[in-house]
């Protein structure tokens, strides 16, 4: 007859998101993870088979309970310069957040693997794609009800909004280089509203 479990394997996820934010894949040992964790190596690997399984595990609970909240404004069918300059006030207000100092786990582990991703499920790459695609479709739900000129290049300043958020979301925390990116952030948002009132004021709306 097998163990009855002592522990509820979501809770081991949560808590492991938590750990793998703060100190990265390769800076959480096992002795970390039962420490944190509150169950013996046994438990964690009869559960998980591997801290990598763990870790993917972690990534793939960051992506639907943190990126899913955070994107799905953006993410929306009707979403246009409203939800692009709401994501861009979110970041831009990381300082408040309770999340500063410990960044992004998607970015960090972009970061800390670069160009490969340790998930098998391709969910670093997967987050890049998605904002990029979520800050095109906007711009071009934008550009289509004239909030923005007919001629913006959508795809030039989706890479470029995408470029200055992940920018932000790695230096959560940094203080000597937060005030850069959080000029470039208030710079990007008030260059939505200017181009807003030229599309209003010009005949042909220009970005």
């Keep these: 007859m097998g163990r009855k479990k002592t522990y509820d394997?979501?809770?081991?996820?949560?808590?492991?998101v938590e750990l793998f934010r703060d100190h990265g894949y390769a800076g959480t040992s096992t002795q970390m993870l039962v420490d944190e964790l509150g169950v013996n190596r046994y438990s964690i690997y009869a559960e998980f088979g591997t801290k990598q399984a763990l870790f993917d595990a972690a990534l793939q609970r960051y992506?639907?309970?943190?990126?899913?909240?955070?994107?799905?404004?953006?993410?929306?069918?009707?979403?246009?310069?409203?939800?692009?300059?709401?994501?861009?006030?979110?970041y831009?207000?990381?300082?408040?957040?309770?999340?500063?100092?410990?960044?992004?786990?998607?970015?960090?582990?972009?970061?800390?693997?670069?160009?490969?991703d340790p998930s098998g499920a391709g969910l670093v790459q997967r987050y890049f794609?998605?904002?990029?695609?979520a800050f095109r479709s906007a711009l071009t739900n934008a550009r289509d009800s004239g909030e923005i000129?007919?001629?913006?290049?959508?795809?030039?300043?989706?890479?470029?909004?995408?470029?200055?958020?992940?920018?932000?979301?790695l230096v959560f925390g940094q203080d000597a280089?937060?005030?850069?990116?959080a000029l470039s952030l208030e710079d990007a948002r008030d260059t939505l509203d200017l181009d807003?009132?030229?599309?209003?004021?010009?005949?042909?709306?220009?970005w």
Excluded: M, Y
Excluded at 129 to 133: D, I, N, Q, V
């Design 63 to 90: 992506d639907e309970r943190v990126i899913e909240r955070s994107f799905a404004p953006l993410e929306a069918p009707e979403a246009g310069l409203a939800e692009i300059r709401a994501l861009l006030e979110f």
């Design 9 to 16: 394997r979501d809770d081991l996820i949560d808590r492991s």
């Design 177 to 181: 280089i937060w005030k850069g990116v």
């Design 92 to 116: 831009a207000l990381a300082s408040n957040s309770p999340a500063w100092g410990r960044g992004c786990l998607l970015c960090n582990t972009a970061v800390e693997f670069a160009a490969a």
């Design 196 to 206: 807003e009132v030229e599309a209003d004021a010009d005949d042909h709306p220009r």
């Design 149 to 169: 000129g007919s001629s913006v290049d959508v795809s030039a300043v989706a890479e470029s909004l995408t470029a200055t958020v992940l920018v932000a979301a």
């Design 129 to 133: 794609e998605r904002l990029s695609h």
